[in-house]
């Protein structure tokens, strides 16, 4: 069974940084291939948006407002993808998904989530 664990979140001060981490399990093996993986964001009462992703190759992609200050990486090996965040500031306070676009040999690909990680950043 594939699982996306996300950790990292939590609360900070405007200015301050966090990591979050996500890590794939269920996914060893010739069976599953990780395509991508990537982070969102919802905030309370908006709706979910994409904050970046990255390729198993390493191809990045950022939506524009988070270019500066965010910094997607991945380690192939752990099948987990992090998420530096810097100069945090109360607007970025939401719940922080992860999500992986996986391959089941034979079947097709899949998009999978994790239960999400609250970032909580205080004036």
């Known amino acids: 069974q594939v699982q996306l664990v996300e950790s990292g979140g939590g609360l900070v001060q405007a200015g301050g940084s966090l990591r979050l981490s996500c890590a794939a399990s269920?996914?060893?093996?010739?069976?599953?291939?990780?395509?991508?993986m990537g982070w969102s964001r919802q905030a309370p009462g908006k709706q979910r948006e994409l904050v970046a992703a990255i390729t198993s190759d390493g191809n990045t992609n950022y939506a524009d407002s988070f270019q500066n200050r965010f910094t997607i990486s991945g380690d192939n090996t752990k099948n987990t993808v992090y998420l530096q965040m810097n100069s945090l500031n109360p607007d970025d306070t939401a719940v922080y998904y992860c999500?992986?676009?996986?391959?089941?040999?034979?079947?097709?690909?899949?998009?999978?989530w994790g239960q999400g990680t609250q970032v909580t950043v205080s004036a």
């Open positions: 269920g996914v060893s093996g010739s069976v599953f291939s990780i395509n991508a």
């Open positions: 999500n992986a676009d996986i391959s089941v040999a034979g079947i097709g690909g899949y998009d999978y």
